[in-house]
């Protein structure tokens, strides 16, 4: 049973569609069970009962059209308990009812296994069988274990409105005041059209649809074809000369599947049988990613992200995605599946007023990316019907994760007042910015911008930024074709450099690993994350780190701002000591060239558990700390901060990173060596009143955060934070310190930083 159990777990993950998974697991359990029955029953919430959706064993008819009511019979009694049912004869137990017509009256032995993901029950997989008799502990093992596969694509399903039987094949009708949950993003509101600008290639997305015109089908799909041929030739012919024989080469072997004898005679052939372009195309992709993604040999499993690939463009085609973009009069929101940086980076920044997009989390970079914009943003909100949306008026609630389609007049007029208030308060915080930061007790707080994703230096020193605390310096490598030349990378520098003279730049060393990886140095890794990430590479590469230490040196010749190195990813005292001798070098080596350079200063990143607790040590050796929240947080806590199914657990305020965030400031004190911070938290009302309570000197952010923080600081005393840090340290709780935060926030009269609220009324969901 165990070598079945693994082929059947490979067959559902290679079936895109539901409907197929539901077939194959009632057929495959019947075989290797040797069951009589092997059925599925969903939740039906709306008509609160339990339907039949697959069954081998009970009248075919039955499927879809039989149900219980919540409440009634074991299928009911499984999934109230949430756990596993296991009886010899059920017509003994009480809770048994009989369905009459379908065949089950002959079937005394029943195992039932709720369907659980996410904590929530989708529904039960039964097996019954006509001997009298219990199913034996492997038995229930192996239901289970499928049970949990199983749960995992209906929720997925589910979301998308993806169930048959459950859900209608096909809703295009968006419902006044739809209502869509996600992830904070970036804060603020925006209400506009959307734009589609990543199709998800899944047949939920796009439905079905009836055919009644096949040349009219076939039409469309020459048309999205001829485009997509297009295309694939113009980016080949920009990348000419740039990149080698074999990058080109994935070009050709786009333009051959494109081939008239290749995809495209398999999707005219369903069109011509009578599928809708898209379903065809989508069948025709899945089939292909499919066998390639079953390949032992990796070069040929690679090829099926190609088919997808070109799938996705065509399916771009074929539902007119990004021709709009090109035109733009007025403000829009794009939307999209995994929407990435250079896509945001594409769009005029005059008319991109939101984002949404249906994977990521709070900390991924497109999220920092959009704060930094300062455009509202949700993201993860894995339930958006994209394609239905597209042309749609939406609103972007960035405070509280939320996306609203269709809008009422009612709903838009409430949401239309809140953006004009948060305007209102925005002009009124541009008059803060040549005021210094601080408190009212006069304790000046230094405010820096974080850069590297949006390199945006006259709107950093327009919003009051008083030194650079973090230069992203991947970014430079990750938008370049090969690793950047020395003198590349002096020009970048300088600019920065030129840009805030005399003011401190802080240029971290390159963080690549983790989810920041270059096309032209792939690293593959099981657990990127706790692998060869940040200060290990460059160290294992001391030629990189050198050359970018020297060209940060010589583009700070003759300028009077400080240079300090920040080290990422530090987490013993041995990489310190490494990163300062190959300093030492660069420096001495610009020196001898005949460079008017200073002696950079050098600090390293506090982001790893190991350097919290090692950071006296490192504050003794160098000559700055900067607290890396967004890591710590996520090492701190074991979260991913890119994983939207964890993203609950994520939290800068618990208790457990608070006591790390002071132990790290107190152990800089001792040392007298200054102690700042450059992750997101810097940029929250609450993280920079317990900042600065715990003693941060320097706080780095955003630059749109720079005129708020500046704001809520100037209102509160050290005093009044110092209390509020005192309490906070004996809480023993993150919800509880949100919680308390809130309130000291409203309390002190700094509502305006609160998220807007919005009428219950607004509240049912979709
Ligand atoms: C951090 O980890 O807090 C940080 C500032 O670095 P990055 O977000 O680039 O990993
Ligand atoms: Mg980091």
Redesign the pocket.
């Known amino acids: 049973m165990l070598n079945s159990l693994r082929a059947i777990i490979q067959e559902v993950h290679s079936e895109s569609e539901v409907g197929r998974v539901l077939e194959v697991i009632v057929e495959r359990i019947h075989e290797a069970m040797g069951v009589d029955v092997c059925s599925v029953y969903l939740c039906d919430d709306e008509n609160d009962r339990h339907l039949l959706v697959a069954s081998h064993g009970l009248d075919p008819e039955a499927i879809g059209n039989t149900a219980l009511k919540k409440g009634e019979g074991l299928v009911s009694y499984v999934a109230g308990r949430a756990e596993p049912i296991n009886l010899k004869n059920a017509k003994l137990h009480p809770r048994f009812k009989l369905i009459e017509g379908i065949g089950e009256e002959i079937f005394p032995s029943f195992l039932g296994v709720p369907l659980i993901s996410a904590r929530r029950v989708h529904g039960v997989l039964v097996v019954q069988g006509q001997e009298e008799r219990r199913f034996d502990e492997q038995e229930e093992a192996f239901l289970v274990t499928l049970g949990a596969q199983l749960a995992g694509v209906i929720a997925h399903a589910d979301a998308m409105k993806g169930v048959p039987f459950v859900h209608q094949p096909s809703q295009p009708q968006i419902p006044v005041d739809a209502r869509f949950q996600g992830l904070r993003g970036a804060p603020g509101i925006a209400h506009a059209r959307a734009i589609v600008v990543q199709a998800p290639l899944q047949p939920e997305s796009v439905g079905r649809r009836e055919v009644t015109d096949i040349d009219q089908e076939l039409e469309q799909f020459e048309r999205a074809l001829a485009q997509a041929r297009e295309e694939i030739a113009a980016l080949a012919g920009r990348l000419e000369g740039r990149v080698g024989k074999d990058e080109q080469a994935v070009f050709d072997a786009y333009q051959h599947m494109l081939d008239d004898n290749s995809l495209p005679a398999e999707i005219r052939a369903k069109i011509r049988e009578g599928s809708w372009a898209q379903g065809a195309l989508l069948e025709v992709v899945s089939e292909h990613s499919r066998a390639f993604a079953n390949f032992e040999d990796e070069y040929l499993r690679e090829r099926a992200a190609d088919v997808r690939s070109i799938g996705r463009r065509l399916l771009d085609g074929l539902t007119e995605i990004g021709r709009e973009q090109r035109d733009l009069s007025e403000g829009i929101i794009i939307i999209g599946e995994e929407i990435t940086a250079d896509i945001v980076a594409g769009f005029d920044q005059k008319y991109l007023k939101g984002i949404v997009s249906t994977r990521g989390s709070a900390n991924s970079h497109v999220a920092?990316l959009a704060r930094a914009l300062n455009v509202p943003t949700v993201v993860g909100a894995v339930d958006l019907p994209i394609l239905d949306l597209e042309g749609q008026e939406l609103i972007v609630d960035g405070h509280y994760g939320r996306v609203f389609a269709s809008p009422s007049k009612q709903l838009a007029d409430y949401f239309e007042s809140v953006i004009e208030e948060e305007a209102e308060f925005n002009d009124e915080l541009t008059a803060l910015k040549d005021e210094p930061c601080e408190t009212r007790d006069g304790l000046r707080i230094r405010l820096w911008v974080?850069i590297g994703l949006a390199s945006d230096l006259t709107r950093s020193l327009d919003m009051g930024a008083e030194g650079i605390g973090?230069f992203?310096t991947e970014v430079p490598f990750m938008t370049s074709q090969t690793f950047p030349t020395e003198e590349e990378q002096r020009l970048i520098y300088r600019e920065q450099m030129e840009a805030f003279n005399p003011r401190p730049v802080t240029m971290r060393t390159l963080?690549i690993g983790g989810d920041k990886s270059l096309s032209y140095f792939p690293i593959r890794e099981d657990n990127p994350f706790l692998g060869w990430r940040g200060i290990r590479v460059t160290l294992d590469h001391p030629d990189i780190f050198i050359a970018q230490a020297r060209a940060m040196i010589a583009a700070n010749a003759d300028l009077e701002c400080q240079l300090r190195i920040m080290l990422?990813m530090i987490s013993n005292l041995l990489e310190i000591e490494e990163a300062c001798a190959l300093i030492d070098r660069a420096y001495a080596e610009s020196r001898e060239e005949g460079l008017k350079v200073k002696r950079p200063q050098i600090g390293a990143?506090i982001?790893v558990p190991a350097a919290v607790y090692q950071a006296r040590h490192i504050a003794a050796k160098l000559d700055f700390l900067a607290v890396?929240?967004?890591?710590?947080t996520q090492y701190m806590l074991a979260v991913d901060r890119n994983n939207s199914r964890v993203a609950d657990l994520y939290q800068e305020l618990h208790p457990a990173v608070i006591w790390a965030l002071r132990e790290v400031a107190v152990a800089a004190h001792r040392e007298s060596k200054p102690i700042g911070i450059?992750?997101?938290m810097a940029g929250s009302a609450a993280g920079a009143i317990l900042l600065v309570a715990m003693g941060y000197d320097v706080l780095s952010m955003s630059a749109s955060n720079i005129p708020r923080i500046k704001w809520v600081l100037r209102q509160i005393s050290l005093m009044q934070a110092r209390k509020i840090l005192a309490r906070v340290l004996r809480m023993s709780d993150a919800q509880e310190i949100r919680e308390f935060m809130r309130k000291q926030i409203l309390s002190l009269g700094l509502e305006r930083m609160m998220p807007v609220h919005v009428p219950e009324v607004f509240k049912a969901s979709a």
Do not use: F, V
Not at 628 to 632: K, M, T, V, W
């Open positions: 920092i974080n973090l992203r963080d990422p990143m982001e890396g929240s967004n890591d710590l450059c992750g997101e």
